[in-house]
């Protein structure tokens, strides 16, 4: 990957892939030992949904000043932050779904039971939290990109049309 190209969603589906599967045999493993799998609960989506708005929020402002819109002007620094935290969060995202779904699964096969429906339930809605914060992530990484000009072949650097800001 070239650092103008950022992070492909192929990279985030290999992520939640290899989390899902490494978080089920982990799983698997706590249970066979006599282990309970961990409780999910309805506060594990405060910070999901937070820092799915606070990306979504932080990239806008860059991509309102990309675009000539905004009369703010971030350092190049907290652009470059804010693009890192959205690739961030598009891997992280990716596998805390992959976690999750994992999550899930294990539950399927004792869904009758009350308290086991109930942890299956919470795991699909966190998952599609987790699902909503990597797609904030690559919205984020898709709105610090710089338009190219017309002007962008004759510039003489080795990056190509469509950069990403500051990074």
């Known amino acids: 990957m070239r650092p103008e190209q950022g992070v492909r969603i192929g990279s985030g589906v290999v992520v939640a892939l ?3 599967m490494a978080s089920w045999l982990l799983l698997a493993v706590v249970r066979a030992a006599g282990g309970a799998h961990p409780v999910i609960s309805w506060i594990g989506l405060v910070p999901l949904v937070a820092v799915t708005l606070l990306v979504l929020a932080m990239t806008w402002q860059v991509r309102r000043y990309v675009h000539g ?3 703010w002007r ?3 620094q907290r652009a470059r932050g804010t ?4 690739q961030a969060a598009a891997l992280g995202g990716a596998a805390l779904l ?3 779904l994992a999550n899930s699964l294990v539950h399927v096969s004792v869904a009758d039971v009350p ?3 109930v942890q299956l339930v919470w795991g ?9 914060l990597s797609v ?3 919205v984020g990484q898709a709105w610090c990109r710089i338009p190219p000009t017309e002007h962008d072949d004759d510039d003489g650097d080795t990056a190509t049309d469509g950069d990403l800001a500051y990074g």
């Open 74 to 76: 971030p350092s190049p």
């Open 18 to 20: 290899l989390s899902g």
């Open 115 to 117: 308290s086991q429906r």
């Open 124 to 132: 699909v809605v966190h998952a599609a939290a987790a699902l909503a």
């Open 83 to 86: 693009l890192v935290g959205a």
């Open 69 to 71: 819109k905004g009369t």
């Open 98 to 100: 992959g976690w999750y």
């Open 136 to 138: 904030s992530g690559y």
